[in-house]
Nanobody, 124 residues
Framework: QVQLVESGGGLVEAGGSLRLSCAAS????????MGWFRQAPGKEREFVAA????????RYADSVKGRFTISRDIAKNTMYLEMNSLKAEDTAVYYC?????????????????WGQGTQVTVSS
């Protein structure tokens, strides 16, 4: 069973940057992809970005494309989300997740392991 722990959230002014980390432990997951989702108050959880662990193929939501960068450090079993040019609408709880498939996927139903979430608040 994989365990995922996010960190790096916080309060930042609009236009600022944050880097989220997701440390994974437990069962090996080299055959799978991982992703970031977020959920703002009163809204459904939405896809942010995903990456295949072995090769590093990436996909981004249109709302973050060009501002956010997903990456992973295989040796450290850690995934990152570099967030630049942050906007007030990026405010949400950010979750990392491990999928049950080997390709990048936006569908939360393809993810079977979730972290506890980290709060990101962008002040305007």
């Amino acid at each position: 069973q994989v365990q995922l722990v996010e960190s790096g959230g916080g309060l930042v002014e609009a236009g600022g940057s944050l880097r989220l980390s997701c440390a994974a432990s437990g069962r090996t997951f080299s055959a799978y992809s991982m992703g970031w989702f977020r959920q703002a108050p009163g809204k459904e959880r939405e896809f942010v970005a995903a990456i295949t662990w072995a090769i590093g193929n990436r996909r981004y939501a249109d709302s973050v494309k060009g501002r956010f960068t997903i990456s992973r450090d295989i040796a450290k079993n850690t995934m990152y989300l570099e967030m630049n040019s942050l906007k007030a609408e990026d405010t949400a709880v950010y979750y990392c997740a491990r999928s049950s498939v080997s390709y990048v996927t936006e569908n939360p139903e393809n993810y079977n392991g979730w972290g506890q979430g980290t709060q990101v608040t962008v002040s305007s």
